[in-house]
């Protein structure tokens, strides 16, 4: 009989050998035939192998597993545009000829998507973002001629780094990872006539870090724009503005905070937007569903007829809070931003569309099932 010793030795070896397949494994014919991206080196679109997506296991295990080693690139940037909005292409700090062969155009707005801790570029909420600015480019459902002539769309993938599993080594990078995000903006400024006041950044948890420490490496020029979606509270919350998120990162900074365990209870920047009151949102029982639905109402901001719209707040430290509803009404997010200053609550509804536009203040009451308070948080 084999002792437990033995059993726990079968056991390990057992995780590591497809630990080792994961990370060494390619791309497989059959994968291909499947996936009409596969031969799309920057598809935002995941690959599955036993239900799993490969790419991010892959990054994952190497922080985990010694003889593996690690990437020197920290942080790659994949344009997509209107005419190739599925298969990016990457731009390199510092390769002119990769700049002029990548369809890049400064005449067409910028804006930088940033995902967050244990995520990578080929999120859902990532590809969600990239899409719904994208969509803008289309002609309407009534055929309206397109908002948009087009974007610039530059999706931040962190994932070598965001894959380690421990966060506050993670949360050490983000100044490093501000620096080469600002030498990129730097770089298209140069060398494609980028205007600075043409970039938003889009930062989602630690990403909205990342895209503060851009904003204060890149003075004295300034980006116009910096949505902060539930920026990371843990490590972050009793710093001095000089090392977290705040108003003087862009000329205009408004956070959207849907979580108190992942994000922040004290206002962010110029605006600072309360779905819900911030702390727990509705339908949200698994823990960290709070904080990822921060994506899914920006998305909304931008693709939304209704729009997500709210009065200015005043939040109290006892847990109490008075809406200035005489103020009128401010809608959060969108495109283009709309600088405002203060503090402003929305109510969404319990799942998608979550919208309520101008009708919120004449919703009903949730039932005892769509309570606000989950468990979550």
Same mark, same amino acid.
């Given at each position: 009989?084999?002792?437990?010793?033995?059993?726990?030795?079968?056991?390990?070896?057992?995780?590591?050998?497809?630990?080792?397949?994961?990370?060494? !494994?390619?791309?497989?014919?059959?994968?291909?035939?499947?996936?009409?991206?596969?031969?799309?080196?920057?598809?935002?679109?995941?690959?599955?192998?036993?239900?799993?997506?490969?790419?991010?296991?892959?990054?994952?295990?190497?922080?985990?597993?010694?003889?593996?080693?690690?990437?020197?690139?920290?942080?790659?940037?994949?344009?997509?545009?209107?005419?190739?909005?599925?298969?990016?292409?990457?731009?390199?700090?510092?390769?002119?000829?990769?700049?002029?062969? !990548?369809?890049?155009?400064?005449?067409?707005?910028?804006?930088?998507?940033?995902?967050?801790?244990?995520?990578?570029?080929?999120?859902?909420?990532?590809?969600?973002?990239?899409?719904?600015?994208?969509?803008?480019?289309?002609?309407?459902?009534?055929?309206?001629?397109?908002?948009?002539?087009?974007?610039?769309?530059?999706?931040?993938?962190?994932?070598?780094? !965001?894959?380690?599993?421990?966060?506050?080594?993670?949360?050490?990078?983000?100044?490093?990872?501000?620096?080469?995000?600002?030498?990129?903006?730097?770089?298209?400024?140069?060398?494609?006539?980028?205007?600075?006041?043409?970039?938003?950044?889009?930062?989602?948890?630690?990403?909205?870090?990342?895209?503060?420490?851009?904003?204060?490496?890149?003075?004295?020029?300034?980006?116009?724009?910096?949505?902060?979606?539930?920026?990371?509270?843990?490590?972050?919350?009793?710093?001095?503005?000089?090392?977290?998120?705040?108003?003087?990162?862009?000329?205009?900074?408004?956070?959207?905070?849907?979580?108190?365990?992942?994000?922040?209870?004290?206002?962010?920047?110029?605006?600072?937007?309360?779905?819900?009151?911030?702390?727990?949102?509705?339908?949200?029982?698994?823990?960290?569903?709070?904080?990822?639905?921060?994506?899914?109402?920006?998305?909304?901001?931008?693709?939304?007829?209704?729009?997500?719209?709210?009065?200015?707040?005043?939040?109290?430290?006892?847990?109490?809070?008075?809406?200035?509803?005489?103020?009128?009404?401010?809608?959060?997010?969108?495109?283009?931003?709309?600088?405002?200053?203060?503090?402003?609550?929305?109510?969404?509804?319990?799942?998608?569309?979550?919208?309520?536009?101008?009708?919120?203040?004449?919703?009903?009451?949730?039932?005892?099932?769509?309570?606000?308070?989950?468990?979550?948080?």
């Amino acid at each position: 009989m084999i002792s437990q010793l033995g059993r726990i030795g079968v056991i390990s070896v057992s995780i590591l050998a497809l630990t080792a397949l994961i990370v060494a !494994s390619p791309t497989t014919t059959e994968e291909t035939a499947l996936n009409p991206n596969a031969n799309c080196n920057y598809t935002l679109i995941k690959s599955k192998t036993l239900g799993v997506d490969p790419s991010f296991w892959k990054k994952f295990f190497k922080h985990w597993i010694p003889f593996v080693g690690s990437s020197r690139s920290k942080m790659q940037f994949i344009l997509f545009k209107r005419d190739f909005a599925d298969c990016g292409r990457e731009l390199l700090i510092g390769d002119v000829e990769n700049l002029k062969n !990548s369809g890049f155009d400064a005449r067409h707005p910028t804006r930088i998507v940033i995902h967050g801790w244990m995520s990578q570029s080929k999120g859902s909420h990532i590809r969600k973002v990239k899409n719904a600015y994208l969509s803008l480019t289309h002609p309407g459902l009534n055929g309206e001629p397109p908002r948009y002539e087009d974007f610039n769309v530059i999706v931040c993938d962190w994932s070598k780094i !965001s894959t380690n599993v421990n966060y506050f080594e993670v949360a050490k990078t983000v100044e490093d990872l501000g620096a080469l995000l600002a030498d990129l903006v730097r770089h298209l400024h140069l060398e494609a006539n980028l205007h600075y006041d043409d970039v938003y950044i889009i930062g989602h948890s630690l990403g909205a870090q990342i895209a503060g420490s851009a904003g204060k490496q890149i003075q004295p020029y300034k980006f116009n724009t910096i949505y902060a979606l539930d920026p990371a509270g843990p490590q972050f919350r009793d710093q001095t503005d000089e090392y977290r998120i705040d108003a003087s990162d862009a000329s205009y900074v408004e956070s959207i905070q849907t979580s108190v365990s992942f994000g922040f209870e004290k206002p962010v920047g110029h605006a600072t937007f309360y779905p819900n009151y911030g702390k727990n949102q509705k339908k949200c029982y698994v823990y960290g569903c709070s904080h990822k639905r921060s994506h899914d109402y920006f998305v909304e901001t931008l693709t939304s007829p209704a729009g997500f719209w709210g009065p200015r707040c005043e939040r109290h430290d006892d847990g109490t809070w008075i809406l200035l509803l005489s103020d009128g009404e401010f809608r959060m997010g969108g495109e283009p931003s709309v600088p405002k200053n203060g503090t402003f609550y929305v109510k969404t509804y319990a799942k998608p569309p979550y919208a309520m536009g101008h009708r919120w203040q004449t919703e009903p009451a949730p039932r005892e099932d769509e309570d606000e308070n989950s468990t979550e948080e």
